[in-house]
Every structure is written in C-alpha cells, then in structure tokens.
C-alpha cells in the first residue's frame, strides 16, 4: 500500500472523528473503498464530500485524484464534490497543528489538469490539482493550534 493511501485513509477517519456533518450536524461515516468521487457521508442527510489530506499548514494549492473518473463526472452534468481538506502540520515548537476546512463549492476554474511523467510509478496517469483554494469561501470545521 503506498503512503499515500495510508495517509489518506488515515485522514478520512480522522475527518469522521473530529467533525460533524456541515448540513445537519449528525454523524458522518466512511463511504465504502473505491467508492467514486465521495469519501464521507452523513449518517442522516445526503451530505457527501471528498476528503483531501495534506501534511502542510493551509495552502493555494493541493494534489487531487486520477482525472479520467472526475471527467466523466463533470461531463454527466454533475457540480464539483464538495471538498474537505485535512491539514496537519507541525510547527517551530514541534506542536502539532490541525486545520479541517470545508469547501462547499469548487467550480472548474480550481481544477488543473496534469499528466505523470513517462518514469512515473503510474506512468502518463492524467491528474488534477485543486488550485486557487485561497481565494474562494470556506469553512473551518475543526482547528487545533
């Protein structure tokens, strides 16, 4: 399993354990592995997220998913996931900080599309980053400083 996956997973779970659903405020929960697109839900409502972690302080710009997926999404006339960013970082002082913000619209303009090197792992594996986070609206769930 590649860190990555270990990260991520261990994200989402840290995201079910420290925040409520935005909508109704009930429990969320781990949708299934390899679910598309979604990787939480609330146990109550229809709320649904993508769950992003990043092991940095709050940035511009993040890494997304494998594009092929997301395209077919966007392209059925689907709206963008609504995203949930876990940030973890540590700083001077070695305290570890946390910040878990919620974006609930991301239009297309905030994605960009990349392709992996030929010496990739995955080589030519078409990808997308989440850009210009810092300047649309978001809502900070949890925040440990």
């Not at 302080?57 to 960013?85: D, H, T």
């Amino acid at each position: 399993m590649s860190n990555h996956k270990i990260i991520g997973d261990l994200g989402e779970k840290d995201v079910v354990n420290h925040v409520l659903c935005p909508n109704c405020q009930s429990k969320l929960m781990l949708l299934p592995e390899g679910f598309p697109i979604n990787d939480v839900q609330c146990s109550r409502c229809l709320f649904r997220a993508q769950v992003k972690t990043v092991n940095s302080k709050p940035r511009s710009q993040i890494l997304g998913a494998g594009w092929n997926i997301f395209e077919k999404v966007l392209k059925a006339g689907y709206l963008m996931p609504q995203l949930i960013i876990n940030f973890n970082w540590t700083d001077k002082n070695g305290d570890i900080n946390k910040e878990i913000r919620f974006y609930p619209f991301v239009a297309k303009a905030n994605i960009k599309k990349y392709q992996l090197s030929e010496k990739a792992k995955r080589a030519n594996y078409k990808m997308f980053r989440y850009v210009g986070l810092d300047k649309i609206p978001f809502i900070t769930l949890y925040a440990k400083k």
